[in-house]
């Protein structure tokens, strides 16, 4: 069952390769949504998968790419009517 939770990732999230780096594992998992630059310096990622999935790139969402200094994620659970069907930054 395909389940979608938006995630908002803080730290030094920003010009550390973090959304290239984010869709590169999605895709390895078999994820859809995206990644995108918010105004505030924080990275926002839909991603949509099985449980399994997500929990296993919620967890790389707490590491990030190298460079990355994450300091928080929250993700909310929510329902699209229409589910991504690849993985995109923005």
Not at 8 to 15: A, L, P, S
Not at 51 to 56: G, R, Y
Not at 69 to 90: A, M
Request: aromatic share 6%.
């Amino acid at each position: 069952m395909t389940m979608c939770k938006v995630c908002i990732v803080t730290g030094r999230v920003q010009g550390v390769f973090f959304r290239a780096s984010t869709q590169q594992q999605a895709r390895r998992l078999g994820v859809t949504g995206y990644a995108k630059n918010l105004p505030d310096g924080n990275v926002e990622a839909l991603v949509c998968g099985d449980h399994s999935a997500l929990d296993e790139l919620t967890s790389w969402l707490w590491q990030g790419p190298a460079a990355a200094g994450v300091s928080d994620v929250r993700c909310t659970s929510i329902e699209l009517q229409e589910v991504p069907i690849d993985f995109s930054t923005r």
